[in-house]
T-cell receptor
Framework: GQSLEQPSEVTAVEGAIVQINCTYQ??????LSWYQQHDGGAPTFLSY????GLEETGRFSSFLSRSDSYGYLLLQELQMKDSASYFC???????????FGKGTKLSVKP | DVKVTQSSRYLVKRTGEKVFLECVQD?????MFWYRQDPGLGLRLIYF???????EKGDIPEGYSVSREKKERFSLILESASTNQTSMYLC???????????????FGPGTRLTVL
């Protein structure tokens, strides 16, 4: 089967850098995605890594190591609005469904 | 922009009632999904559909059924609602049928269902 592990909660201060880790076990691997969800809101797509290495999009970066079955989301210059839950996800099969981790709740303090 | 809409933001039903949750997407996406989200459990896939009239069970299909008669619409049906189905229900859609850069899922705002 497929499973993903990520920390349940992370706390950081404004302006800091935080890293949210995700380890996965899959029968086949097509890439690692990250989604953000604010309280009361819908999940929104942040990034996708199919190959090893770092992908940067503004203040957010995502890293993948396929040999280690590991990835992380890096948030720099944290802002209060980054307080949200962050989910990693892998494709569940060839039909396009995703398997999500249980989410990491990030709290950014002043 | 892709838009995924769900018929209700909040819904209160009684045990044993039949409940319909509707989801519509406006970007001609092939795939549509229904998840439920509960605290500490993340998003769990109930059913998904990769084409009209096609459906696949997800991780927790028991107590649910789905219908996809038109490409843009995917309905979740609770045949006989129970209190353990009280949850947030999220619908999503995606363009491509397989894993890859295009498998980004677009989510609706969710329906918070309470079963009394």
């Amino acid at each position: 089967g497929q499973s993903l592990e990520q920390p349940s909660e992370v706390t950081a201060v404004e302006g800091a850098i935080v890293q949210i880790n995700c380890t996965y076990q899959t029968s086949g691997f097509y890439g690692l995605s990250w989604y953000q969800q604010h309280d009361g809101g819908a999940p929104t797509f942040l990034s996708y890594n199919a190959l090893d290495g770092l992908e940067e999009t503004g203040r957010f970066s995502s890293f993948l190591s396929r040999s280690d079955s590991y990835g992380y989301l890096l948030l720099q210059e944290l802002q209060m609005k980054d307080s949200a839950s962050y989910f990693c996800a892998v494709p569940g099969g060839s039909q396009g469904n995703l398997i999500f981790g249980k989410g990491t709740k990030l709290s950014v303090k002043p | 922009d892709v838009k995924v809409t769900q018929s209700s933001r909040y819904l209160v039903k009684r045990t044993g009632e039949k409940v319909f949750l509707e989801c519509v997407q406006d970007m001609d996406h092939e795939n549509m999904f229904w998840y439920r989200q509960d605290p500490g459990l993340g998003l769990r896939l109930i059913y998904f559909s990769y084409d009209v009239k096609m459906k696949e069970k997800g991780d927790i299909p028991e107590g649910y059924s789905v219908s996809r008669e038109k490409k843009e619409r995917f309905s979740l049906i609770l045949e006989s609602a129970s209190t353990n189905q009280t949850s947030m229900y999220l619908c999503a859609s995606s363009l491509l049928p397989s894993g890859g850069a295009g498998n980004e899922q677009f989510f609706g705002p969710g329906t918070r269902l309470t079963v009394l």
